[in-house]
């Protein structure tokens, strides 16, 4: 079974705490019951060892022992929690100024979907889709193996859900015209290069060991044998499983890296289309051909027009913009809240560790 991986384990955990206190200067101190103030909200070590829990639980559920106190080990995934309630904390505040909410329904909905992503495909072809019990069934295994309730799931979920509105709203104004998918277009042209095609076919084939057997499959496909089952029984070439497909080609390319061997070649390019040829001896055995439509003749290398790529250049370039102007948007968050936030003594992460408060 798939592990359930709906988001990083300390998204998973810890409910969103209502914003405490007020005011959106720099705080005067860190109150004894709190690890840390980001800017009007107070984290509290009851989150913080709630998190903390959960995160042994999951080392628990998975049979791993959790880092001891003093350890390096454990410092860093303090500092991981610590970090991850404080960026908690700033998106929950940034929500709320943007106007971004996120329903229950929205969380419910989300989680149907993962649950339908990991739980219900088949496991094997022609199974039948697996119910909703079935499914909550293995959902609710998976949180036992890991430790996790489907409150934290919830949490995680309504966490990366808060994340992805904010993206949207920030970048809501980020568009790319056709002209500057063009500029791209005419700057990168050796990346819409459609390279030379040289002569090929299509074609199928059944390969056996003796020329006796490779008889035998001719006369039933000329008796109107099926050509896939009797690969599938008879040929001893991997493309059995594809009913012989291949497509050859007169000179090995990158766009068409199959070139076959003499003999096998020129009865491929030479048959009208659907006949089927005699037994054609090959140093890999006896082949039985058909071709499967006309030949193809070779294409000189050409540049793909810019109509042809141009709303994939576009969702490219959208794509990408979008993404820078999210980055700064949220380093630029980040900044400011540096200046709004303390740390309990003890308590400020690893890589900021400069300064604490009482």
């Known amino acids: 079974m798939k592990h359930l991986r709906l988001v990083p384990i300390l998204a998973l955990v810890a409910a969103f705490a209502a914003a405490c206190g007020g005011g959106s200067g720099a705080p005067k101190s860190v109150p004894s019951d709190a690890v840390a103030v980001v800017g009007g909200d107070t984290i509290t070590k ?4 709630q998190t903390l829990d959960q995160a042994k639980r999951s080392y628990t559920a998975q049979h791993k022992p959790f880092p001891k106190p003093g350890t390096a080990t454990y410092g860093a995934v303090r500092s991981q929690i610590i970090q991850y309630l404080v ?3 700033e998106y929950t505040q940034k929500a709320k100024d943007l106007g971004v909410k996120v329903s229950d329904k929205d969380v419910s909905d989300r989680l149907d979907q993962i649950k339908q992503q ?6 094997t072809p022609g199974a039948k889709p697996k119910t909703k019990a079935q499914i909550d069934k293995l959902y609710k295994q998976q949180l036992k193996a890991q430790g996790l309730t489907d409150k934290d799931v919830k949490d995680g979920i309504r966490a990366q859900l808060i994340r992805e509105k904010i993206s949207a709203k920030v970048t809501n104004d980020v568009k790319v015209s056709d002209s500057d998918a063009k500029k791209f277009y005419d700057d990168h042209k050796s990346q819409y290069q459609q390279p030379a095609q040289p002569e090929s076919r299509d074609v199928r084939h059944i390969l056996v060991k003796s020329h006796a057997l490779a008889l035998t499959v001719y006369n039933k496909l000329k008796a109107g044998g099926d050509f896939s089952k009797l690969a599938l029984k008879y040929s001893i070439d991997p493309s059995k499983t594809t009913g012989g497909r291949l497509t050859v080609c007169k000179q090995k390319t990158a766009s068409c890296p199959l070139k076959t061997v003499a003999p096998f070649e020129k009865v491929a390019f030479s048959l009208k289309t659907n006949e089927i040829s005699k037994p054609v001896h090959t140093q890999f055995g006896w082949h039985v051909i058909q071709a499967l439509g006309p030949v193809n003749p070779p294409k000189k290398a050409s540049t793909i027009p810019f109509d042809q790529v141009k709303a994939a250049i576009k969702q490219q370039q959208l794509q990408q913009k979008k993404q820078d102007a999210y980055n700064k948007w949220w380093n630029d968050t980040k900044k400011d809240f540096a200046k709004k936030t303390k740390y309990q003594v003890g308590y400020k ?6 300064t604490t408060t009482g």
Request: avoid cysteine; hydrophobic fraction near 25%; charged fraction near 15%.
């Open 87 to 89: 960026e908690r904390s």
């Open 349 to 354: 992460p690893q890589a900021t560790q400069t």
């Open 46 to 49: 009851a989150d913080f060892n």
């Open 118 to 123: 990991y739980f219900g495909s088949a496991t």
